[in-house]
């Protein structure tokens, strides 16, 4: 059955406190090479029959209103896998 | 900077009950074409300098042991993005 990846990153201008954890520890353990982390959520959802474009507008509109929070977060990506 | 993209999900075998939330919501509201939603992790680590194969191995060991917790999770993808 198709699946279709929604990716949902916290926009650029907000402090991820999630990444920002994670970076640290990474330099607390003497990885410096990494200037930065962002934690997002990638959502896998199973679709029924085919992905025709009322699926795809219909899934565009989830990500925007149910998967995302607007305020605070960016969908990235929206790709159709098999 | 050179951005490396790790996408971590819950194991195929797992029940994930944020994603169960989810596809239940979605039959609620009568959205009935999608079967399933599983939530994952997506982390963006901006690295200082070229992606070389010794960046790539540490972030391969840091996906595995840091970013995902390998009795639930599985890392689905590592991918160098600019």
Redesign the interface.
């Known amino acids: 059955?198709p699946t279709i990846v929604v990716?949902?990153?916290p926009k650029a201008e907000l402090l991820d406190p999630q990444?920002k954890a994670?970076v640290g520890?990474?330099s607390r353990l003497g990885?410096?090479?990494?200037?930065?982390?962002?934690?997002?959520?990638?959502?896998?959802?199973?679709?029924?029959?085919p992905v025709d474009d009322a699926?795809l507008a219909?899934v565009r509109e989830?990500a925007a209103d149910?998967?995302s929070n607007s305020v605070i977060e960016d969908v990235v990506s929206i790709e159709v896998t098999e």
């Open positions: 059955m990716e949902v990153m990444g994670v520890a990474l990885k410096t090479a990494y200037t930065s982390v962002r934690i997002g959520k990638r959502f896998e959802v199973t679709v029924d029959g699926i219909d989830l149910m998967f």
